[in-house]
C-alpha cells in the first residue's frame, strides 16, 4: 500500500500560477502512474491530469489543457502539477492517487479504489 501526501494548494489570483507537489512513499513506488484529481463543492470528483511510471507518458483533460503541466522525480518520488493561468472553475480540493495497474491515459480514469492521499486546496481569487 502506498502513501500520498500533497502540498502547495492555497490562495492563488485569478490567471495566477501555482504548483502542487504529491510525495509518494512505500513499496516500489516509482513504479506506479499517477494521477491528479479535483473535487470542488458540489461536484462529482473529476480527473485532472496523469503521469505514467516513467514519466513518458501524460495527459490532461480539456478543461486544464495548456495551462496545467504534470511531471515526476523518480529519484525522490514526487509528483508535480504545475499550474497556471488559473480560473474560477480550478477552485477544488486537489488529491493524488493510483493503483495497482494503474494506466495514464487520455481519459485520466478515476481509480477505483487504491491509495489516496487528503487532497489540498486550491482557490482562485477573482
Known amino acids: 500500500q502506498l502513501q500520498l501526501v500533497e502540498s502547495g494548494g492555497g490562495l492563488v489570483n485569478l490567471w495566477g500560477s501555482l504548483s502542487l507537489s504529491c510525495v509518494i512513499s512505500?513499496?516500489?513506488?516509482?513504479?506506479?502512474?499517477i494521477g491528479w484529481f479535483r473535487q470542488a463543492p458540489g461536484k462529482e470528483r473529476e480527473g485532472v491530469s496523469c503521469i505514467s511510471s516513467g514519466g513518458f507518458t501524460t495527459h490532461v483533460t480539456d478543461s486544464a489543457k495548456g495551462r496545467f503541466t504534470v511531471s515526476r522525480d523518480r529519484d525522490r518520488n514526487i509528483v508535480y502539477l504545475q499550474m497556471s493561468m488559473v480560473k474560477p472553475d480550478d477552485t477544488a480540493r486537489y488529491y493524488c492517487?493510483?493503483?495497482?495497474?494503474?494506466?495514464?491515459?487520455?481519459?485520466?480514469?478515476?481509480?477505483?479504489?487504491?491509495?489516496w492521499g487528503p487532497g489540498t486546496q486550491v482557490t482562485v481569487s477573482s
Open positions: 492517487a493510483t493503483e495497482r495497474g494503474y494506466v495514464c491515459s487520455e481519459s485520466v480514469r478515476i481509480p477505483d479504489g487504491g491509495s
Open positions: 512505500g513499496n516500489r513506488a516509482h513504479e506506479y502512474a
